[in-house]
């Protein structure tokens, strides 16, 4: 079942999405919003379209809604927030996508990790670094790559205990 409804403006400009979800109620974004996924996320690959939804405005934490599915969002970050030095090889974002663009200088990309936060304990949320997500906001598309050799992990501690 279709959780999703367009409404077509007459005068030719972008659809509004209606966008059913669990945790905000109804969404409703414009068309030029929903970002695709070929592949979708790993282990999720039937739902290929996303919309970014911004946690609040004083956290670094952004929400990635399926657009299909209400109760499937994951929850990302900017890796840089908590590690400056990260980054993923442009060699490996051209492979995997056919871009033609630099992640490191490109204003078109950006790049997000997931993060699981533990209800019982947030100070042990965790960062997946060898899953990013590559988005292109010029073409509205995004890849979840998969790192194989990485000195990181898929749990890397983004609170540092003392």
Not at 7 to 15: H, P
Not at 62 to 81: G, I, K, R
């Amino acid at each position: 079942m279709t959780q999703c409804q367009k409404s077509v403006a007459e005068d030719g400009r972008d659809m509004t999405v209606k966008i059913e979800t669990t945790r905000f109620g109804i969404l409703e974004v414009t068309e030029d919003k929903i970002i695709s996924m070929q592949s979708g996320m790993i282990g999720f690959g039937e739902y290929k379209r996303f919309i970014i939804v911004q946690h609040k405005g004083d956290t670094p934490f952004f929400w990635f809604q399926a657009v299909d599915e209400p109760s499937l969002a994951f929850v990302l970050t900017n890796p840089n927030f908590f590690l400056p030095e990260y980054n993923v090889s442009p060699s490996v974002v051209k492979r995997e996508t056919g871009w033609d663009c630099d992640p490191e200088t490109s204003e078109d990309l950006e790049l997000y990790v997931t993060v699981r936060i533990p209800p019982d304990d947030p100070r042990n949320m965790t960062a997946n670094l060898i899953g990013p997500i590559v988005v292109n906001n010029k073409t509205m598309e995004a890849v979840q790559l998969v790192i194989a050799k990485s000195k990181y992990s898929h749990r890397y501690k983004i609170v540092k205990q003392e």
